[in-house]
């Protein structure tokens, strides 16, 4: 097996996140519940996009968040996903490009715009998210590089695209295509209501033995394991995949491999601001480790500390140089 050119690509949502402050006035104003995420179709999030306050805009998605993140430990990183040939899918390009991951999937016409999440964010710091799918959700089999695929170490996907027909499909075909070239494939669960949705073929992912590297946090892998204690959830799925991976928040994260079970504790924090993106960047932390030959105690260490430097800022994209943080671990 030759050598691969990228050490992770990931494969999910392209949605670009847009960051504006607001007042609790202007929720109200615009019927809005404080603190909520909902989704948006294409009309409504013009509207609220013409009356929020000037922006920022950074490139965002579970994926493209732990994509950027292993680019900035070092890592080779790749990026798959749709967006369409707009404003935003442009700048969604050259975000994720100036942030040294390779993003080379085509824009597609499909008659939606970009996906984009609508983050307002009153005086308390308190986020209410709004959230536009779009061309996101056509991402199709035909616009796979399937040499991009083989070339990297490990094939990375999150559960969120698994809910839309053509991107499940095209995340199996780029499974197949992985496995085929004898890379590894991980896989996150990525939020309690995509287990509850789509337990069935998560379940067939994972017992059809496709996954080697399985992501969720205590809750997801409660729901996947159908008990209610979490030593009981982790005997149950640990098996079925080569490397399980528990995040746990404030209580650190798990991992079992064979016969082997390491526990690592959180990182240290002045202040938990956000924890927006903490799951991405832990990925991102530990499949930087797993693609340098760390250790597994290593890689979660790794992940840790991605996780604790994100929680103690706005927005999923690290801010401190995470090189800098890990040290001899990113070596």
Request: glycine residues 10%; proline residues 4%.
């Given at each position: 097996m030759p050598d691969p050119r990228l050490d992770v690509l990931c494969?999910?949502?392209?949605?670009?996140?847009?960051?504006?402050?607001?007042?609790?006035?202007?929720?109200?104003?615009?019927?809005l519940t404080k603190d909520s995420m909902r989704l948006v179709d294409a009309d409504e999030a013009k509207r609220l996009y013409d009356h929020m306050q000037p922006a920022r805009e950074v490139?965002?998605?579970?994926?493209?968040n732990t994509a950027a993140g292993i680019a900035a430990l070092g890592g080779r990183a790749g990026f798959i996903g749709q967006v369409a040939p707009d404003q935003l899918g442009e700048f969604y390009r050259h975000d994720l490009t100036a942030a040294r991951v390779e993003f080379t999937t085509p824009p597609a016409d499909i008659g939606v715009p970009t996906a984009r999440s609508m983050i307002?964010?009153?005086?308390?710091?308190?986020?209410?998210?709004?959230?536009?799918l779009g061309a996101a959700q056509e991402l199709s089999v035909e616009v796979l590089d399937e040499e991009q695929i083989r070339d990297s170490a490990i094939l990375y996907l999150e559960g969120y695209l698994w809910d839309p027909e053509?991107?499940?499909?095209?995340?199996?075909?780029?499974?197949?295509?992985a496995r085929d070239a004898g890379r590894k494939v991980?896989?996150?669960?990525?939020?309690?209501?995509?287990v509850e949705r789509h337990r069935d073929g998560f379940t067939g992912l994972i017992d059809g033995g496709r996954i080697d590297i399985l992501f969720a946090n205590e809750a997801e892998i409660l729901a996947m394991g159908g008990v209610p204690h979490l030593d009981t959830a982790v005997a149950a799925i640990a098996p079925k995949v080569e490397t399980l991976v528990v995040t746990r928040g404030a209580a650190g994260a798990?991992?079992?491999?064979?016969?082997?079970?390491?526990?690592?504790?959180?990182?240290?924090?002045?202040?938990?601001?956000?924890?927006?993106?903490?799951?991405?960047?832990?990925?991102a932390g530990f499949l930087y480790g797993e693609a340098t030959d760390k250790s597994l105690a290593q890689s979660l260490r790794l992940g840790a500390i991605c996780a604790a430097e994100i929680i103690q800022h706005y927005g999923a994209r690290p801010e401190a140089d995470l090189r800098a943080l890990a040290g001899e671990l990113a070596a």
């Open positions: 494969i999910g949502n392209a949605i670009v996140d847009v960051i504006a402050d607001a007042t609790d006035e202007f929720l109200a104003a615009q019927g490139s965002g998605g579970c994926a493209g307002l964010v009153t005086p308390d710091g308190h986020r209410t998210m709004n959230t536009f053509t991107p499940r499909y095209a995340m199996v075909r780029a499974i197949e295509i991980a896989f996150s669960l990525s939020d309690l209501f995509c798990l991992a079992v491999r064979g016969g082997e079970r390491v526990d690592v504790p959180a990182e240290p924090v002045r202040e938990v601001v956000d924890t927006t993106g903490a799951g991405d960047l832990f990925a």
